[in-house]
């Protein structure tokens, strides 16, 4: 098993910087990927191995990942990236995703 | 443009039996390995099972290890779940996802169904 920390829910102001940690044991020699799941609808991958902007994701989003740490961060945060966004990692032959973190932007 | 069509959920008893089935397009689906992904209501993404290109390696997570059964059928580009002896915590949305690399049966998932529903009620 291998588990990975999130917070519950993180607080932004609309045009704000947001930023969602994804804690885990030297997390940061895994490639860490991150979605964005709104109610109703199918996850979307917004970053992928750790720094990876998918294509037609917004420049706004950006990754880290170093140490027992990776770090989804949302500059400029806007009313439509309010959702759960959840972190997943591959470990010895298995798929973990963090509990999901809320974002909300005020 | 690649598409994951999910189907089969229903509701089904406890100690029951279920086929999920995954149909994809717009992608050469025998070279990629792909995934099943579940949500239960007000809970987080929790993996379920990966098949790599050839499915003859096969993953599953601890919970439902011994009861679920992936499967493809690269002739008609179709992933399959099958359900047995499912519980109650076993409820949720069912989504088949595809890795964004080439042969690999895990990674960052890129393509997502639209998911679909099982729920396991008496």
């Not at chain 1, 102001?13 to 020699?29: K, W």
């Not at chain 2, 098949?51 to 919970?63: C, E, F, P, R, W």
């Not at chain 2, 779940?81 to 409820?91: A, K, S």
């Amino acid at each position: 098993s291998y588990g990975l920390t999130q917070p519950l829910s993180v607080s932004v102001a609309l045009g704000q910087t947001a930023r969602i940690t994804c804690g885990g044991d030297n997390i940061g020699s895994k490639n860490v990927h991150w979605y964005q799941k709104k109610t109703g609808q199918a996850p979307v991958l917004v970053i992928c191995r750790g720094t990876e902007r998918p294509s037609g994701i917004p420049e706004r989003f950006s990754g880290s990942n170093s140490g027992n740490t990776a770090t989804l961060t949302i500059n400029g945060a806007q009313g439509g990236d309010e959702a759960d966004y959840y972190c997943q990692v591959w470990h010895t032959s298995a798929v973990f995703f963090g509990a999901g973190t809320k974002l909300t932007v005020l | 443009e690649a598409q994951l069509v999910e189907s089969g959920g229903g509701l089904v008893r406890p100690g029951g039996s279920l086929r999920l089935s995954c149909v994809t397009s717009g992608f050469a689906f025998g070279s990629y390995g792909m995934d099943w992904v579940r949500q239960s209501l007000g809970k987080g993404l929790e993996w379920v099972a990966a098949i790599n290109v050839a499915g003859d390696y096969l993953h599953y997570a601890d919970s439902v290890k011994g009861r679920f059964t992936i499967s493809r059928d690269d002739s008609g580009n179709t992933l399959y779940l099958q359900m047995n002896n499912v519980r109650d915590d076993d409820t949720a949305v069912y989504y088949c996802a595809r890795p964004d690399i080439k042969g690999a049966s895990v990674g960052a998932f890129d393509i997502w169904g639209q998911g679909t529903l099982v729920t396991v009620s008496s």
